[in-house]
């Protein structure tokens, strides 16, 4: 079956390469053509583990491959993905859905036989009935069906995401759309992985409150560890003891600096824009947005207060282990860091930093911070050291050569990958998140 993805971004990149794997004919589609040509070199646009090996592999086997011409690039496919950038509108928080819909009538255009198209972006309820209507108004004389098919992928492990997924969710209105999509994943329908077929509007909704839900467990515990820290309790423990619970699940209860990345922020401002216009509040998912960016600056003063309080902190040296949202990605859309290397800079702290790969996008949004070559360099007479991300680079520091060369013993952990008691026993003046 030929697949033509439009937008060779982070999901259609890992979407197209992935549908190739499983034996598709995969063309993916961009219209930034230093894009394309990187991809045609073997430069991957983003980082993400194993893409560049499937991308080379399935390139290698004449199943993948990379155009800026739309046209050209959807002829004969059998499913079409959208699978462009939904940024959050400037100033309302509304998914700007410009792309999408730029892409719908390119499409409708230049579409040369039957075909199904799938938005895989994430897009508000509706996003489909106004992608067939602009379909019908290309004036294109082929069998067109609008399908959903939300993505659910985590960066950092997109690809194990894309091929052993949870569910599968298919939004469709009619069977031409299903047995197509039917067709698309029949690979993984054979590995028995779920698929669930709703129509359109349900499962445009479903990709927005599973991460909704996420947002609010996260959100949850993060609370939870507030007052654990209150009352003397241990947010681990915590999070085992209700975990266990087949009803609440053991993921997503690990405390930490807040959510962020380039779905839960933007998926939960999109989401209650959807509340609002449609007058149905959600308002756990409004308090959720709100607890979540107030922890962000909150974990800035909580390495100050380690500093011994902000006004104290003045000419101080703070060392942050890791920038980007979480480990294994580039990514730093909506990182707590941000918000905690302000929060020092601005109580005029000179904060060191160093991630194994978020610096370079890091750096402009940080114009203050100094980034380092090692972890090390980071640490290097700093009167504390913040662990902002979980990298497994920061998991086996060694501790002796840390107390050497930091001024202070100070260690704040805001991802709790260190035990306490071993951190006290080993000098630190220790402090993490939800434990004592
Ligand atoms: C998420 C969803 O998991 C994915 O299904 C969706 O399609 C896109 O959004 P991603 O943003 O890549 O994926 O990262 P994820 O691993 O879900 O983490 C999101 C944020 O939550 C990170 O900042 C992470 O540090 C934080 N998090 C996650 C916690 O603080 N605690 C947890 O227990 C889990």
Redesign the pocket.
């Known amino acids: 079956m030929k697949i033509a993805m439009v937008g060779s971004g982070y999901v259609g990149l890992v979407s197209g390469a992935c549908f190739a794997d499983f034996g598709h004919d995969v063309v993916c589609i961009d219209k930034d053509q230093s894009k394309i040509d990187r991809l045609h070199e073997g430069v991957m646009p983003i980082y993400e583990p194993g893409l560049d090996k499937l991308v080379e592999s399935n390139v290698a086997a004449g199943r993948l491959s990379f155009t800026t011409d739309l046209a050209e690039g959807i002829k004969d496919a059998s499913a079409i993905f959208i699978a462009v950038g939904t940024p959050s509108r400037r100033g309302d928080g509304h998914a700007d859905l410009t792309f999408v819909y730029q892409v719908a009538k390119e499409v409708g255009e230049s579409l040369s036989n039957d075909a199904v198209v799938v938005t895989k972006s994430?897009v508000p309820v509706g996003t489909g009935d106004e992608v067939e209507r602009i379909l019908a108004d290309s004036g294109t004389s082929h069998k067109v069906s609008v399908v959903s098919n939300?993505?659910?992928?985590?960066?950092?492990?997109?690809i194990g995401?894309f091929k052993r997924p949870d569910r599968i969710v298919i939004g469709a209105e009619d069977d031409f759309g299903r047995d197509v999509m039917r067709e698309v994943y029949r690979p993984l329908f054979l590995n028995e992985s779920p698929i669930l077929f709703v129509n359109r509007r349900t499962s445009e909704l479903i990709?927005y409150a599973?991460?909704a839900f996420?947002?609010t467990?996260?959100t949850f515990?993060?609370e939870m560890a507030d007052l654990c820290e209150r009352v003397g309790a241990n947010v681990q423990d915590v999070s085992r003891g209700i975990g266990m619970d087949n009803r609440i699940g053991s993921?997503?209860?690990?405390?930490?600096?807040?959510?962020?990345?380039?779905?839960?922020p933007k998926?939960t401002l999109a989401l209650l824009k959807t509340s609002e216009d449609y007058d149905s509040p959600t308002r756990i998912v409004e308090a959720v947005v709100k607890v979540n960016d107030t922890r962000k600056r909150a974990m800035g003063r909580k390495v100050l207060d380690a500093l011994g309080g902000a006004d104290n902190a003045r000419g101080k040296k703070a060392a942050l282990l890791g920038l980007t949202?979480?480990p294994n990605?580039d990514?730093m859309r909506d990182?707590?860091a941000i918000a905690i290397a302000q929060t020092l800079t601005d109580a005029g702290v000179e904060v060191a930093a160093y991630d194994p790969e978020g610096m370079e996008i890091a750096a402009p949004l940080m114009p203050e911070v100094k980034m380092c070559s090692d972890p090390y360099e980071a640490i290097n007479d700093a009167d504390a050291v913040a662990i902002v991300?979980?990298w497994d680079a920061f998991r086996a520091l060694d501790l002796n050569r840390v107390k050497e060369i930091a001024k202070g013993h100070i260690m704040v952990d805001l991802?709790n990958i260190y035990n306490p008691d071993d951190m006290r026993d080993a000098g630190f003046e220790y402090s993490s998140i939800g434990r004592v």
């Open positions: 994430t939300p993505e659910f992928l985590r960066e950092g492990a997109a995401d990709k599973a991460n996420l947002a467990k996260i515990i993060n993921k997503f209860l690990h405390a930490g600096p807040g959510y962020g990345g380039s779905c839960f998926d949202f979480k990605t990514d990182s707590p991300t979980e991802r």
